[in-house]
């Protein structure tokens, strides 16, 4: 596609359950970040494919997170038995290839926990 | 945790007037970038500026750099009522790490 999608637009769920957030680049873009967007943190940095790798997983808040990618393409990423703390925007961004700048952004998800 | 923190946090003007926004940084960096993003949306990219320059320009957009300040300003001329987003300044090359680094960014408002 011309731009970077993500799906869902918006994901309200109970507490406890398991949510799975996609994200598709921008064709041909080797890179993809997740950030997650609050109130209260501003814009965080969460994880960073070259690939399908993911060389540095430490910016994930806890160990109810993990993303993968698969085909050098769609990521996911999947938050298990949710917190309230959870709810934010979370943005995926790609770019041509790792360093190169700029990013370019998807319109996010919003996750609402009750 | 945030490098980048802007100023003002929130800025309203009168449509044609220019709008100034400034923003700081901690650690070395690579280069700067500016974003806006409109209520709702996803962050666009507006302009980078690499380390080794101090000025840049990109329409009515004009951005500064001072690395010996570790600040940069981003400057709208002539702003119209569809500049009203927020903005926010990124980093990258910051402790090597790989994602960009954010300040909480500056809301402006354009009234018409």
């Known amino acids: 596609g011309a731009g970077v999608s993500q799906s869902p637009s918006n994901k309200v769920t109970e507490k406890g359950k398991d949510v799975e957030l996609r994200c598709d680049p921008i064709?041909?873009?080797?890179?993809l970040y997740w950030y997650r967007q609050s109130l209260g943190q501003g814009l965080e940095f969460l994880i960073y494919f070259q690939g399908n790798s993911a060389p540095d997983k430490s910016g994930l808040p806890s160990d109810r997170f993990s993303a993968e990618r698969t085909g050098g393409s769609v990521s996911t990423l999947t938050i298990q038995r949710t917190q309230q703390e959870d709810s934010a925007v979370y943005l995926c961004a790609s770019s041509l290839r790792r360093g190169y700048q700029p990013q370019h952004f998807g319109d996010g998800t919003r996750l609402s926990i009750l | 945790s945030q490098q980048g923190e802007e100023d003002p946090q929130a800025l309203s003007i009168q449509e044609g007037e220019n709008a100034t926004m400034n923003c700081s940084y901690k650690t070395s960096i690579n280069n700067l970038q500016w974003y806006r993003q409109n209520s709702g949306r996803g962050l666009v990219h507006l302009i980078l500026i690499r380390s080794n320059e101090r000025e840049k320009h990109s329409g009515r957009l004009r951005v500064t750099l001072d690395t010996s300040k570790k600040s940069s300003s981003l400057l709208i001329t002539a702003s119209r009522a569809a500049d009203t987003a927020s903005y926010f300044c990124?980093?990258?090359?910051?402790?090597?790490?790989?994602?960009?680094?954010f300040g909480k960014g500056t809301h402006l408002i354009i009234q018409p």
């Open positions: 064709s041909g873009h080797t890179a």
């Open positions: 990124a980093t990258d090359g910051g402790g090597g790490a790989d994602g960009l680094t």
